[in-house]
């Protein structure tokens, strides 16, 4: 059973579009993540959700929003999608708030490219 | 903010000799710093963590130290294998308990 999944797992899109990512978790954790990965492997934490409350908000401009309709799902829907927002898209779960409680299971990721 | 930095970005080692990835971070206040494994096109996952309680931690062939005076933390590997080549990330949890990733080190393993 795959605890993390993401869907899809690769979206090729064109400069301007509106694109969603959804994710879901199966263990229970009640804190979810959007992680970002660019080209260089950086990987850089987006959002993060706890119990449905949104705890983290990094500097990501607001054409990035996550929605978490339960504790199990957290969705990132992107408006105006730019060239720059090419990058592979990690979501992550934890038991507690981010390490302090364990580790991160991250989900396989996907691979956005705005063309 | 929390800052982690990592090095050296690229490391090539024959089988069977030992790697070692250094990170440093700047917030005093992280207590808990993991380690993260990614092989190509597949997912980090974690391998090792170490809290700010404990200096050292080994698990098999990975270890990791802690020095948190000088704030730094290392993911030392013996006796590698080619199967041991991915992307390394080492990490540090900041005092508003998000996960800041260093980044990266591409670790080949030469048979």
């Known amino acids: 059973d795959t605890a993390v999944s993401q869907t899809p797992k690769y979206l090729v899109t064109q400069m301007g579009n509106d694109k969603s990512i959804k994710c879901e978790q199966n263990l229970g954790h009640d804190t979810m993540y959007w992680y970002k990965q660019d080209s260089k492997k950086f990987l850089k934490i987006m959002f993060s959700?706890?119990?449905?409350?949104?705890?983290i908000n990094e500097t990501v401009p607001n054409r990035f929003s996550p929605k978490s309709p339960d504790k199990a799902h957290l969705n990132l829907h992107i408006n105006s999608l730019e060239l720059g927002d090419s990058a592979v898209y990690f979501c992550?779960?934890?038991?507690?708030?981010?390490?302090?409680?364990?580790?991160?299971?991250f989900g396989e990721g996907s691979r956005l490219t705005v063309l | 903010g929390e800052n982690v930095e990592q090095h050296p970005s690229t490391l090539s080692v024959q089988e069977g000799d030992s790697a070692v990835i250094k990170c440093t971070y700047s917030?005093?206040?992280?207590?808990?710093f993991p380690w993260y494994k990614q092989e190509l096109g597949k997912r980090p996952q974690l391998i090792i963590d170490?809290?700010?309680?404990?200096g050292e931690k080994k698990d098999q062939r990975i270890a990791v130290t802690l020095n948190k005076t000088a704030k730094h933390f290392s993911l030392h590997i013996t006796e590698t294998q080619p199967e041991d080549s991915a992307v390394y990330f080492c990490?540090?949890?900041?005092?508003?308990?998000?996960?800041?990733f260093g980044s990266g080190t591409r670790l080949l393993v030469r048979p």
């Open positions: 992550a779960s934890s038991r507690g708030t981010s390490g302090r409680t364990g580790e991160l299971f």
């Open positions: 170490i809290r700010s309680n404990v």
């Open positions: 990490a540090a949890l900041d005092s508003s308990y998000k996960l800041i």
């Open positions: 917030d005093s206040a992280s207590n808990y």
């Open positions: 959700y706890n119990n449905k409350e949104l705890i």
